[in-house]
């Protein structure tokens, strides 16, 4: 059973860059799933970052596409986000999953890490 | 985007009660609709893909309905560990949506 554990900094400061790690285990990345970023703060509620196959093919959300960058490592079975030009709004609860389009859609997530934004 | 919403927001029931929560799209999804289970401080859990299929090891009592734009969870005799909050996410169409949440308490 695969199994996804979140990774990174847990305080950002305003304009830095976020820059998490989603490590998998128990599969192959290069397995036929996409593997994901989701959000959730008290504000905005549950919010898709955004994909990556083991292509290196990417999805974002356009809300967010201009400062997201999701990336692979296929010899370490990780990949990454990384969220730029980071504020308040930004502080949320930070989910990697997998996602099978035509399987069995958002079926495995990490236990989720927490970004704060402050100086 | 397509906008998601759920009702009600929030809703008291007992143990034991038949429990309906509703989801509607803003535009046609043909069944490419998934519910999720949250509890506090928890990752959401995978219920429902695909509006209706079940996913392995959830409960028998959970059930996935509808297509197009309308869907509904049913939770059919709900049991003490089932006080949660519920949220439907589309991936028919990007970006991926999520609805704001229904949060079942009890009565």
């Known amino acids: 059973q695969v199994q996804l554990q979140e990774s990174g900094p847990g305080l950002v400061k305003p304009s830095g860059t976020l820059s998490l790690t989603c490590a998998v285990s128990?599969?192959?990345?290069?397995?036929?799933?996409?593997w994901t970023w989701v959000r959730q703060s008290p504000g905005k509620g549950l919010e898709w970052i955004g994909e990556i196959y083991h292509t290196g093919t990417t999805n974002y959300n356009p809300s967010l596409k201009s400062r997201v960058t999701i990336s692979i490592d296929k010899s370490k079975n990780q990949f990454f986000l990384d969220l730029s030009s980071m504020t308040a709004a930004d502080t949320a609860m930070y989910y990697c999953?997998?996602?099978?389009?035509?399987?069995?859609?958002?079926?495995?997530w990490g236990q989720g890490t927490t970004v704060t934004v402050s100086s | 985007d397509i906008q998601m919403t759920q009702s009600p927001s929030s809703l008291s029931a007992s143990v034991g009660d038949r429990v309906t929560i509703t989801c509607r799209a803003s535009q046609g999804l043909s069944d490419y609709l998934a519910w999720f289970q949250q509890k506090p401080g928890k990752a959401p859990k995978s219920l429902i893909y695909a509006a209706s299929r079940l996913q392995s090891g959830v409960p028998s009592r959970f059930s996935g309905s509808g297509s197009g734009t309308d869907f509904t969870l049913t939770i059919s005799s709900l049991q003490p560990e089932d006080f949660a909050t519920y949220y439907c996410q589309q991936y028919n169409n990007y970006p991926y949506t999520f609805g704001q949440g229904t949060k079942l308490e009890i009565k």
């Open positions: 128990g599969g192959s990345i290069s397995s036929t799933n996409w």
């Open positions: 999953a997998t996602f099978r389009p035509t399987g069995e859609g958002f079926d495995i």
